[in-house]
């Protein structure tokens, strides 16, 4: 199994040490440093060398603020965040994905499921572990438009609105064959449904009404 080299973050150091201890049962688990202040974690936040950041939201003076994840992806866009918690506030979970998280785990969870949150956020997808979801009343939170960068979006939303080749093109100043393209080797494989598919897979995922013009 891939090497998954992993930061632990937190302000008790029993924490960190216990986790430390824990997840060294697995070759294939590697923890490469750790933080215990927020300052400590945003010098690190960029290392080429961590795959995934186990994070806990209760550093002193944050108070659980989410925005942590905000602060952690402007050091780093392509970070992969776990956040390990405490906290089950509905708001806090469904604020943690929307600001970025690939993940979030309750401090009360077994060490398998940290570990499948790690494995899982390793390898670019989500990971919310059960009961999580079905505390902020979700039954996943699988979301594929997060595999598209905002052009990428952009290109199905509008197709997905009714917009035609042309009008995209202007719109997005794009070559008729860049477009395609994108579609083809980006969009397509994300979410799995062509063009002419667009439109429903939108209504599916509840980013436009299924209400008729």
Not at 10 to 28: E, F, K, N, T
Not at 114 to 130: C, H, K, L, R, W
Request: charged share 30%; aromatic share 6%.
């Amino acid at each position: 199994m891939t090497k998954i080299n992993v930061f632990l973050a937190d302000d008790h150091d029993i924490v960190i040490s216990g986790l430390r201890d824990m997840l060294c049962q697995y070759p294939h688990i590697d923890v490469v440093g750790h933080a215990s202040t927020e300052a400590d974690l945003m010098e690190n936040a960029s290392r080429e060398d961590v795959n995934v950041f186990v994070v806990d939201l209760g550093f002193k003076g944050t108070k659980g603020d989410i925005s942590l994840i905000r602060r952690l992806k402007e050091r780093n866009e392509h970070i992969r965040v776990v956040i390990f918690s405490m906290r089950e506030n509905i708001h806090t979970i469904s604020g943690c994905y929307t600001m970025g998280a690939q993940g979030y785990v309750k401090k009360s969870a077994s060490l398998k499921l940290v570990v499948e949150a790690i494995e899982t956020v390793s390898q670019g997808d989500d990971y919310f572990a059960p009961g999580v979801l079905e505390s902020i009343g979700m039954k996943a939170v699988r979301d594929p438009l997060r595999k598209l960068d905002d052009r990428e979006k952009q290109i199905f939303l509008m197709f997905a609105q009714g917009s035609d080749m042309t009008e995209v093109a202007s719109e997005l100043n794009l070559s008729e064959k860049r477009i395609n393209n994108l579609i083809t080797e980006k969009i397509k494989p994300v979410l799995g449904v062509s063009r002419t598919g667009f439109r429903e897979c939108a209504i599916r995922l509840g980013v436009i009404d299924d209400i008729d013009d």
